[in-house]
């Protein structure tokens, strides 16, 4: 079991936003996330990733609770990584964004330049590596930060409706990194989306959301 | 919009024209003066008693004496009331002021460290006390800021055989090229320190810095006597003929500046050279001391 | 209208001969009013930013302060550090008053609230998604802080340049520690007190100008280190 929650309370200027029992997320699938605007999908992929702490519950990790000690959530953090559905690319150029999870582990410049040039052109962006970030298209900047977030070899990804305002073509290979990366690397997915397609295609389970309560989940078959 | 703010800007010219009124109600006239003759505190006895006796409220506006004669130059001021004969001379010979009044004088004393180290302890001749300050390159505070105690400085340390160096600047003053200069012992960097600031500022800083510096004697009472905790200096060096410090009045020509208030000035001028004003100059104590020696016949 | 052409061209004459005099006040200006802006930068930047990154009680009690210190004169700045560092007082023993180092303590004072509150103005203005990108990229949190200081980078530059220019343009702080000590802590504010008090209206006009090329000068340098993306940023 990767994550495991129970009664799970996140409140937000007094109002329950997420309200969770019974939340169990397995290894090595694809989940999909789905529910209307204001669900509670943002925050509990936020939660996922360590980045927001709920108000009250349990949240386990790998069988062992999440301490919100300064230490070990940066331990965490370094496990798992989200993709915002806007993602934020920093000032510089598309190489330094790539980088920018490797050099904050002090990993060597040479092995860092290695496995950036590895993600972009699984992402198909090597063209780009020196262009400025700011620059980019929305499709383009979602797969600079999809290889960003893919250059430490995280063991869940987590993707804030990944397709969400990239065109067509984008979409297509967004899809199909996420689908590769998982059956390669065996990366966990959460992923939120709004498309039944997109479901169909990858998902292995789907979560349903409503007024911050899992009223839904459902195992599937991808196609 | 622009009616409203029409209507503020009425009101505030409104404001201002009644407040002037107010202002005008009693006769003003307006004198520069230096910091030291304000800060001796002589103006605030001379003053209310001009006004008990003649009407009049004297603004007074006290800056360096340079300053202070050219803001008579420019008829900002109604008389000046200074202490630099020579200047003042020129004030008058230059058409600025009608004529110049001796009012009193007192005298300039040399400060320094109780320690001394300059050695000039008692030495009446003012210039040799100069000279061994320079010898022995003991720090020398000046006001540096072309006020009358700044250019009685000046002439000491051209009487005391010092070698001096000019420094001058070059600047443009209706359309033509003047200098500007100042005199200062030759060689000096290490322990002359011109500061350019008023007379309590700079026996302050001598102070502070335990060094030897040249004051009127009213600035110096005031500080040692009047302040608590007194200043640390004592007088070394006085009672030589060059160290006098005698004041006079200037009023402001009306021929140069037809909007001066040359009456009233003269009014003022008849008082303070009077009976009633040399008498109150000659009583005039400060800390138990008699400052100014009225110079009026 | 005389006086201030006069003055436009005794600057430029005083410019053009490099006057010493002239020079060694600029340079006096411009060593201290550096070296105060240094300090209360590596001082305010990391203030400025942990006060908007961290949320604790009093937060907006704080920020009232800093705002009200703003306002604060130099004239009680000067007061204060006088009375520590007089013969008299507290450190007397350091020789400090009357020297550039006392000038400098005097200004890095009057400067820290500005530099911090405007580089807590600058760290807010960056959108929050800096932060939760750069944590869940896996950065400590100091990391992160160089991050959003890197994203902030011109409103904190413009931070540090207006408070440059509050130094280099104030003169209570440095008449009163620094004495206007011809040669040693004379600097271009306090010789135009010294010649308006002269009544050399003039130079004192001379010197104000010089004041501003260098204001000016200093504004320009900036806009061209910050560039195209500066521009963008506006």
Not at chain 1, 83 to 107: A, H, M
Request: charged share 20%; with cysteine; aromatic share 8%.
């Amino acid at each position: 079991m990767l994550y495991k929650a129970d009664t799970l309370v996140t409140e937000f200027k007094g109002r329950k936003v997420l309200n969770l029992t019974d939340f169990v997320i397995e290894r090595k699938q694809i989940y999909a996330l789905i529910g209307a605007n204001g669900a509670g999908k943002t925050t509990l992929l936020n939660i996922l990733a360590f980045l927001v702490q709920p108000t009250s519950g349990n949240l386990q990790f790998c069988g062992r609770d999440v301490s919100c000690r300064r230490k070990d959530l940066l331990d965490l953090r370094r496990r798992v990584v989200l993709v915002d559905q806007y993602p934020i690319l920093f000032t510089g150029s598309v190489w330094k964004n790539v980088e920018f999870g490797l050099k904050v582990r002090g990993i060597s410049k040479k092995q860092r330049e290695r496995r950036a040039d590895e993600v972009l052109e699984l992402v198909g962006m090597q063209e780009f590596r020196s262009a400025d970030a700011h620059k980019l298209s929305g499709g383009e900047s979602k797969r600079v930060a999809m290889a960003r977030a893919l250059a430490i070899a995280p063991e869940v990804l987590l993707c804030d409706e990944p397709t969400a305002n990239v065109d067509e073509e984008n979409q297509k290979i967004i899809l199909d990194i996420l689908e590769r990366i998982n059956r390669e690397n065996q990366t966990s997915i959460v992923m939120s989306t709004h498309y039944l397609s997109q479901i169909r295609r990858l998902a292995h389970h789907t979560l349903m959301l409503e007024h911050g309560m899992l009223v839904n989940a459902y195992r599937s078959s991808p196609l | 919009m622009k009616i409203c703010m029409n209507a503020l800007l009425g009101a505030f010219l409104l404001m201002v024209t009644f407040a002037g009124y107010g202002w005008s109600e009693d006769k003003v006239l307006k004198m520069s003066t230096t910091t030291s003759t304000q800060s001796s505190g002589l103006l605030d006895i001379l003053l209310p008693e001009f006004k008990k006796d003649s009407g009049i409220r004297i603004k007074v506006i006290a800056k360096g004496t340079g300053a202070a004669i050219r803001d008579g130059k420019d008829g900002n001021v109604d008389v000046i009331f200074v202490h630099a004969k020579d200047r003042e001379t020129a004030f008058v010979a230059d058409g600025f002021g009608t004529a110049r009044f001796p009012v009193m004088h007192n005298d300039f004393v040399l400060l320094g460290p109780t320690g001394d180290p300059a050695g000039i302890k008692g030495k009446k001749d003012v210039a040799m006390a100069l000279g061994k300050i320079a010898k022995a390159k003991e720090m020398f505070i000046s006001r540096g800021d072309d006020s009358g105690t700044h250019t009685k400085e000046q002439a000491l340390w051209a009487a005391s055989g010092v070698d001096l160096t000019e420094v001058s600047q070059t600047i443009v003053k209706k359309g033509k090229e003047s200098k500007v200069t100042l005199k200062r012992p030759a060689d000096s960097d290490t322990w002359y320190v011109s500061i350019g600031q008023g007379m309590g500022k700079v026996i302050t800083y001598a102070d502070e810095k335990q060094a030897y510096t040249l004051a009127d004697r009213g600035t110096y009472i005031k500080y040692k006597f009047g302040r608590n905790p007194a200043i640390e200096l004592d007088v070394l060096s006085e009672g030589d003929v060059s160290l006098a410090n005698p004041y006079g009045i200037i009023p402001v020509n009306p021929k140069k500046h037809p909007h001066v208030q040359y009456e009233m000035a003269m009014e003022f001028v008849d008082w303070i050279t009077g009976e009633r004003g040399q008498k109150l100059i000659a009583d005039y104590r400060l800390e138990g001391k008699q400052l100014f020696y009225p110079d009026s016949k | 209208m005389d006086i201030f052409l006069d003055s436009l061209e005794s600057a430029f004459l005083l410019l053009l001969a490099c006057d010493p005099e002239l020079m060694d006040i600029v340079a006096v200006s411009l060593k201290v009013s550096t070296i105060s802006t240094l300090i209360a930068s590596l001082v305010g930047i990391p203030c400025g930013f942990l006060i908007a990154y961290s949320s604790f009680y009093g937060k907006r009690l704080l920020l009232t302060c800093l705002n009200t210190l703003l306002a604060l004169p130099t004239v009680v700045i000067g007061l204060l550090v006088y009375s520590f560092i007089s013969r008299r007082g507290l450190f007397g023993s350091l020789e400090l008053l009357y020297t550039q180092k006392a000038i400098i303590i005097g200004q890095v004072i009057l400067i820290i609230p500005l530099v911090t509150s405007l580089t807590i103005a600058a760290v807010s203005r960056i959108d929050k998604r800096y932060r939760n990108t750069a944590l869940t990229l896996g950065a400590t949190q100091i990391q992160m802080a160089l991050v959003i200081i890197k994203e902030a980078r011109y409103g904190i530059g413009a931070a540090v340049i207006a408070s440059f220019g509050r130094v280099i343009a104030e003169v209570g702080i440095s008449m009163m520690l620094g004495g206007n000590a011809r040669g040693f802590t004379r600097t271009m504010t306090t010789a135009m007190a010294l010649e308006y008090d002269k009544g050399e209206f003039v130079l004192a006009v001379a010197l104000g100008l010089t004041l501003m090329t260098i204001a000016f000068g200093i504004n320009m340098l900036f806009h061209f280190f910050q560039g195209r993306a500066g521009i963008d940023a506006l």
